[in-house]
């Protein structure tokens, strides 16, 4: 089993900046890569971006250069450094642990982008 543990959420102006964090714990040796969904209110869960053991990086297009997600390999941890927030980036975040054949997710966290 793997546990992650999310924070960073909050409520945010249109224009501001954001940090979540996830933090793995439990039996995470065959981790292949970390990453970040999300859910918007009647919507279904979306990629956002993830990270790959070797580094690799993946965005979504709707994010792509405003959001950068990075990893610390000795805590196996990732952050999602959100720039220039919009409002349709309103959202459930979840963390993601993949390894072969399964997905963990994080509890969630909500950020809300709102004037």
């Known amino acids: 089993q793997v546990q992650l543990v999310e924070s960073g959420g909050d409520l945010v102006q249109p224009g501001e900046s954001l940090t979540l964090s996830c933090t793995a714990s439990g039996k995470t040796s065959s981790f292949a890569s970390m990453g970040w969904y999300r859910q918007a209110p009647g919507k279904a869960r979306e990629f956002v971006a993830d990270?790959?053991?070797?580094?690799?990086?993946n965005y979504a297009a709707a994010v792509q250069d405003r959001f950068t997600i990075s990893r610390d390999s000795a805590q196996i941890a990732v952050t999602l450094q959100m720039n220039s927030l919009r409002p349709e980036d309103t959202a459930v975040y979840y963390c993601?642990?993949?390894?072969?054949?399964?997905?963990?997710w994080g509890r969630g966290t909500q950020v809300t982008v709102s004037s």
């Open positions: 993601n642990f993949h390894v072969p054949g399964w997905d963990y």
């Open positions: 990270i790959t053991k070797s580094g690799f990086t």
